[in-house]
């Protein structure tokens, strides 16, 4: 299993666009001291930090991987937001929260992970009728169909538009108000830290090259995936009222 913590050591997002994606949650949500939000695969934290620390609303995360719910957690802790940001490390797929109680569920980057089908029942179940579900993931402009061995993971990802996933969120019972496309920029600003730490890793002494070169050739790899048919993008929905 890569080393993700290492890998993104010089980064507190860990997809392209989720700053971006967590500002389109504060516009569209307008969160407050009397909001409730959900932060399915919260990561390193940082979404949530930024929204309770900004707004003081009330998050509950959601994050399987045990490194980092260990730096969330001191991270909630450091920034004196543990009275408003709680963290459970569960999948995902079977959320511990009643339905119809969260003003809003947000996923940036982690529904292909999760589970696309189980993330958006999960998330959908989770917040009032009314309430807003917002998630960010990859998705291909193109399909290429069958792919070589040569494109690593991108040979086993699933290969969605954007229209099928919009559909896919209606089908759990969402209605799909907005679409935002991330630029190129947000895939570039997303590798520029891992590049760093490539980079880190061939000068410091003792070097690693093989991590280094793990990382640069996992970069070269995604890039020419997104040159040829991948985007990111955020998807607005609300549950019907």
Request: aromatic fraction near 12%.
């Amino acid at each position: 299993m890569p080393d993700f913590t290492r890998i993104y050591a010089r980064q507190e997002y860990l997809t392209p666009g989720a700053a971006e994606t967590v500002a389109i949650v504060a516009e569209t949500v307008h969160p407050d001291d009397n909001t409730w939000l959900l932060d399915v695969g919260s990561g390193k934290g940082e979404a949530a930090s930024t929204l309770a620390g900004e707004f003081g609303c009330r998050i509950l995360c959601v994050e399987p991987y045990d490194a980092f719910v260990h730096y969330s957690t001191a991270k909630f802790w450091f920034f004196n937001l543990r009275d408003l940001v709680s963290l459970v490390r569960a999948n995902g797929r079977q959320i511990p929260v009643r339905g119809d109680t969260m003003d809003a569920a947000y996923c940036i980057g982690a529904p292909s992970i999760v589970g696309m089908e189980d993330a958006f029942r999960e998330m959908t179940r989770a917040v009032r009728p009314g309430g807003y579900v917002i998630v960010s993931d990859i998705v291909w402009r193109d399909k290429p169909g069958e792919l070589t061995n040569d494109w690593g993971w991108v040979k086993g990802a699933n290969q969605i538009t954007a229209d099928e996933y919009g559909d896919a969120m209606e089908a759990s019972g969402l209605d799909v108000t907005r679409l935002h496309l991330h630029g190129r920029e947000a895939w570039d600003n997303y590798w520029a830290p891992m590049l760093a730490v490539a980079e880190e890793a061939k000068t410091t002494q003792p070097a690693d090259i093989f991590f280094a070169d793990e990382i640069e050739s996992q970069v070269a790899l995604e890039r020419r995936a997104v040159d040829a048919w991948l985007d990111y993008a955020t998807f607005i929905a609300r549950k019907p009222a």
